[in-house]
């Protein structure tokens, strides 16, 4: 065994690491002596104090033990122990692999996102410019719940759908901003508008039953309401919105983004909106309402939630903070009729017990102070700003072209380029950009060379340049 003192893990750690792959091995056989503190110390050159310290830590996990007036050995009668290396060899010798529940096999063969090329100038990040968030207010009233909550105190029932102050800023809030009639009492915090979406699936959906999405629409409500087992039915939308009158027969839920289509950026009319709540009305229907960025509309006032226009006993609402503040805060909300809000608790309690206390304190605070609303307008100023910047570029450098989608709302717009070389050279050039073949039902379906341009966190400067260059391979 050696030691590496260029190594950030440190020595002792080092030699359990060593000493545990050698069990494993069988090159420290069951039943062998090691040397001793002051041998190993003498045969390694290191301190005897290190070599107590990894044999301590593997005496306490049982890969050594202690025997009076004998020695440390290897327990004669330890199990074999799974190495990467162990691993490997089973993988190799063709030997199933641990069976994974229905619910996984649904999800199909995903994987995490992989991390975007380095760019220069990046249109696929969500992130929203998190340079202008007030972080010294925001961290200021962070400090104070630290001082002011006993850290200790385990979660209570009453803690499940969220803390009061912040339940009850979030019912005034979406009243007189988003139309949403409620009460506190029918808000629950979630960790982010995600996981709202997991509840609404575990609470409502039943394997087989049929849940109808938006075509395009929003990737990880088709995986995580397939992987429940609903037969999730893509229904087509056009400058309208969702075309209601395509919804399927057996549909029980439909999730929508009425006021911002995900991801062609139009809004559900009102003919439409109407059309939807009375569909609802059949028995043992619901709508889940997707809100996730209808702060940010540039053309008149923000639109009012589906939720607040009919029969609020037929709509499940869902928002989120992550792009009106920064997306680490993982808090979003969901809205829930009367009659479920026991269940949702339910469902919730058993997830993660409660969603994290100092974060809830501080942005309860934080929208008490008006810091929120301000915060928000404020942004939609910079935000259509960058809009504007980016259109007319496109306009500007590309023309005809390019085919722009509803852009009165949002945080990006919806793109077709004439020919596949825009992109090509973007790619080459430095600029990432984000197909929306993944929106599809069938991504093979998609237009042809359709993207995602999102300039939230992109300085006007920089998009007019993303722009230019994409345009050099047009003309």
């Known amino acids: 065994m050696v030691v590496d003192r260029r190594r950030s893990l440190p020595l002792h750690g080092q030699l359990v690491q060593q000493v545990k792959a050698r069990i494993a091995d069988r090159r420290l056989a069951p039943g062998a002596r090691v040397p001793s503190t002051r041998d190993a110390a003498l045969l390694l050159g290191v301190s005897r104090t290190t070599v107590t310290t990894a044999y301590e830590q593997l005496l306490s996990e049982g890969y050594l033990e202690s025997r009076r007036g004998a020695g440390t ?13 162990a691993e490997a060899a089973t993988a190799a010798a063709g030997l199933p692999p641990v069976r994974v529940s229905a619910f996984m096999a649904r999800l ?38 630290m001082r002011r909550r006993p850290l200790g105190r385990s979660p209570s029932h009453e803690d499940i759908g969220g803390l009061a102050p912040l339940r009850d800023a979030i019912a005034s809030y979406l009243r007189y901003a ?20 997991d509840l609404c699936a575990r609470v409502l959906v039943n394997p087989g039953d049929c849940v ?13 309401f397939g992987a429940v087992g609903a037969r999730v039915m893509p229904v087509p939308v056009d400058a309208d919105g969702l075309r209601v009158s395509r919804l399927p027969p057996r549909a029980r839920t439909a999730i929508v983004t009425p006021s911002h289509q995900y991801p062609l950026g139009m809004a559900l009319s009102l003919t439409r909106r109407l059309e939807l709540l009375q569909w609802a009305q059949s028995p043992d229907r619901l709508i889940i309402e997707n809100d996730y960025d209808s702060e940010f509309r540039y053309d008149g006032s923000p639109l009012p939630a589906l939720q607040g226009l009919g029969d609020t006993s037929r709509v499940v609402y869902v928002g989120t903070f992550s792009l009106s503040m920064f997306p680490a805060l993982r808090i979003g909300y969901v809205v829930v009729p009367r009659p479920l809000v026991i ?12 969603t994290p206390h100092l974060e809830q304190g501080a942005l309860a605070e934080f929208m008490a102070r008006g810091h929120l609303a301000r915060h928000i307008r404020r942004m939609r100023r910079v935000y259509r700003r960058r809009r504007d910047v980016l259109l007319d570029a496109l306009h500007t450098h590309l023309g005809a072209d390019v085919t722009v989608a509803d852009t009165s ?15 090509e050279q973007a790619r080459r050039c430095g600029v990432t950009l984000l197909s929306t073949a993944a929106c599809y039902a069938d991504p093979a379906s998609a237009p042809a060379h359709e993207y995602l341009l999102r300039f939230s966190n992109v300085s006007e400067r920089l998009l007019a340049e993303a722009v230019r260059r994409m345009a050099a391979a047009a003309h």
């Not at 009668?77 to 990467?84: C, K, M, N």
């Not at 949403?180 to 979406?197: R, W």
């Not at 269940?343 to 409660?354: I, M, N, S, V």
């Not at 709302?409 to 992109?423: I, M, P, Y």
């Open 73 to 85: 050995f290897v327990p004669a009668h330890l199990p074999p122990v799974a190495t990467p290396r």
């Open 108 to 145: 199909g063969d995903w994987r995490p996102p992989a991390p975007a090329p380095h760019a220069v100038i990046d249109l696929s990040s969500r992130e929203p410019d998190l340079r202008l968030f007030p972080l010294a207010e925001w961290s200021r009233l962070l400090r104070q719940q």
């Open 178 to 197: 988003r139309g949403v009639i409620c009460d506190p009492e029918q808000v629950m915090v979630v960790t982010g508008s995600q996981q709202a979406l």
């Open 409 to 423: 709302s949002g945080l990006h717009v919806v793109v077709r380029f004439a020919t596949g070389r825009v992109a």
């Open 343 to 354: 269940p949702f608790l339910q469902a919730k309690w058993h997830t993660d017990r409660h």
């Open 212 to 224: 109808a999405l938006e075509n395009p629409g929003y990737p990880e409500a088709r995986r995580l």
